[in-house]
C-alpha cells in the first residue's frame, strides 16, 4: 500500500530549480533511501515534504492526504517525524530527559497541570518515563540514560536523536545523512539500529552517502542529480544504472 505519494514537486529559489518535477512513491514498510552528489536536491526535497518549506509546484500525498504546504507540526502531527544533519541535542539535559522531550506531541499540559499535578498527569508522566527508556533499549542507550548528552561519543549521539524522534510516535520516519562523520563499527550498528525500528512496523525514507549502509538497507533507491530524478529502483538496478554511474558514484565506488 503506498503511503507516501511525491508527484511532480518542484522547488525554485529565484532563477535556481533545486526540485525539477521529482515523483516516486514510497509503500508502507519500505526503506527507501534518496541518494545523489551534493547539491542534488536531496535535503530541499526533505524539506518539502516535512513542511520546513513550501514547493513551487507539485503535491505530496501522505496516507491518501494532500499534505502540500501544511506546516510541519501539523505535518508531524500526522505522524511524517524527520531528523536533521546536524546533532541537534539539548546538551545539558540527560540522554533520557532529551527522548522525554520529544513526547511533547504525543501529551498535554498547561500551568494548572503544572501546579497541581491531578492524576492524569502522573500517569503521563509515568508513561513518559517507561517509553523513553523503551526506546533507550531500541538504539541501544538505555545504560547511558543517566549521562549528560553532551558526554555521549558522537556516534551515540546520533542514536540518540533518533531515539528522540521516535518519541514523536512516528509512522514515517525521515532520516538525513544518519550515518555523516560515523565510521564504520558505528555506521553497521546505526544499521541495526534503523533495521530494529523498520521492523515495528515503522516506514524509513533516508537521505544517505553511505553506499555501504544503502545498498544493506534499502528496499528502494531514488537518484537525484541537479534536482532532477535520473534513477529509481532496487539497490541492484541503480548499482548498474548507467547514468547513475555516470553522474555520481562511479562503479568502484557500488561494488
Known amino acids: 500500500m503506498t503511503l507516501l505519494s511525491v508527484s511532480n514537486l518542484t522547488k525554485s529559489f529565484g532563477g535556481i530549480v533545486a526540485n525539477d518535477s521529482v515523483s516516486f512513491d514510497l509503500n508502507e514498510g519500505d526503506i527507501y533511501a ?4 551534493n547539491g542534488a536536491g536531496k535535503t530541499t526535497l526533505f524539506n518539502l515534504i516535512s513542511g520546513v518549506l513550501r514547493p513551487t509546484s507539485g503535491s505530496v500525498q ?3 492526504r494532500d499534505i502540500t504546504g501544511l506546516a510541519q507540526a501539523d505535518i508531524a502531527a500526522l505522524g511524517v517525524v524527520r531528523t536533521y544533519q546536524l546533532v541537534q541535542l539539548f546538551r545539558q539535559r540527560t540522554v533520557e530527559e532529551n527522548v522525554q522531550i520529544g513526547f511533547h506531541l504525543a501529551t498535554r499540559g498547561g500551568v494548572g497541570a503544572a501546579l497541581f499535578r491531578p492524576g492524569w498527569v502522573r500517569r503521563q508522566e509515568r508513561m513518559v518515563r517507561e517509553k523513553s527508556r523503551e526506546l533507550l533499549r531500541l538504539v541501544g542507550l538505555e545504560s547511558q540514560a543517566g549521562l ?8 551515540q549521539q546520533r542514536l540518540l536523536k533518533i531515539a528522540r524522534a521516535m518519541a514523536a510516535g512516528p509512522k514515517l520516519l525521515m532520516l538525513d545523512e544518519p550515518a555523516a562523520g560515523l565510521d564504520t563499527q558505528e ?19 533516508l537521505i544517505e552517502h553511505d553506499m555501504n549502509l544503502v545498498m544493506r538497507m534499502a528496499t528502494r533507491i531514488t537518484v537525484l542529480d541537479f534536482g532532477k530524478k535520473i534513477a529509481e529502483g ?13 553522474a555520481y558514484l562511479g562503479e568502484a565506488e557500488l561494488e
Not at 189 to 196: A, K, N, P, T
Open 34 to 37: 534518496v541518494i545523489g552528489p
Open 187 to 205: 555506521t553497521s550498528v546505526l544499521g541495526d539500529v534503523i533495521q530494529r525500528i523498520n521492523d515495528q512496523g515503522i516506514t524509513i525514507v
Open 234 to 246: 532496487t539497490p541492484v538496478e541503480v548499482k548498474v544504472n548507467p547514468a547513475v554511474l555516470a
Open 62 to 64: 501522505y496516507a491518501g
Open 148 to 155: 549528560v548528552a553532551d558526554k555521549l561519543p558522537y556516534g
